[in-house]
T-cell receptor, first 111, second 116 residues
């Protein structure tokens, strides 16, 4: 059964800093990995989807990488801004099991 | 497209009452998922449908929970009778393609359920 872990659970950084959020998964036979953002009291917003055949995806200041062999994905946020403050969740699709989520990293960017 | 639409956004009910949550997926999407989010357990998959057919309901916690998808544009999640431990945020999501096509999933805004 797939298990997804995100460390740290919370992170606080000053504005302008580049940062990396980590996601690890136990079943390396994944089909894809998706990163989401969740603001307090809101739904999940899809940020990036990486298919198993890809190594990374980029969108603006965000870059997500995938290393299936080590069971890891990272989300890199460049030049962080206070508006980036939210909870970031990763989820993987493996076998016939739809998205299995980690518990998220709560990011605070301090102005 | 308006995205995945869930109703109601908030629901407060008394223990023992029936609760029905509703979801309209994105038009053209043929996979639909129901998730529950709590502080303790995070996001848990309850059930998912492909082409209106339930594929896996192993995440449904008890027989008190049931879900239907009568057509491609509507799904319901029903709890009867409700209990305080059912209090959570319930999310609906949809994606394009069946289980063999692992495409991007889009989530609704959720229904915050409080059972008192």
């Amino acid at each position: 059964k797939q298990e997804v872990t995100q460390i740290p659970a919370a992170l606080s950084v000053p504005e302008g800093e580049n940062l990396v959020l980590n996601c690890s998964f136990t079943d390396s036979a994944i089909y894809n990995l998706q990163w989401f953002r969740q603001d307090p009291g809101k739904g999940l917003t899809s940020l990036l989807l990486i298919q198993s055949s890809q190594r990374e995806q980029t969108s603006g200041r965000l870059n997500a990488s995938l290393d299936k062999s080590s069971g890891r994905s990272t989300l890199y946020i460049a030049a962080s801004q206070p508006g980036d403050s939210a909870t970031y969740l990763c989820a993987s699709y493996s076998g016939n099991t739809p998205l299995v989520f980690g518990k998220g990293t709560r990011l605070s960017v301090i102005a | 497209d308006a995205g995945v639409i869930q109703s109601p956004r908030h629901e407060v009910t008394e223990m023992g009452q029936e609760v029905t949550l509703r979801c309209k997926p994105i038009s053209g999407h043929n996979s639909l998922f129901w998730y529950r989010q709590t502080m303790m357990r995070g996001l848990e998959l309850l059930i998912y449908f492909n082409n209106n057919v339930p594929i896996d309901d192993s995440g449904m916690p008890e027989d008190r929970f049931s879900a239907k998808m009568p057509n491609a544009s509507f799904s319901t999640l029903k709890i009867q009778p409700s209990e305080p431990r059912d209090s959570a945020v319930y999310f609906c999501a949809s994606s394009l393609g069946g289980v063999s096509i692992k495409s991007e999933a889009f989530f609704g805004q959720g229904t915050r359920l409080t059972v008192v």
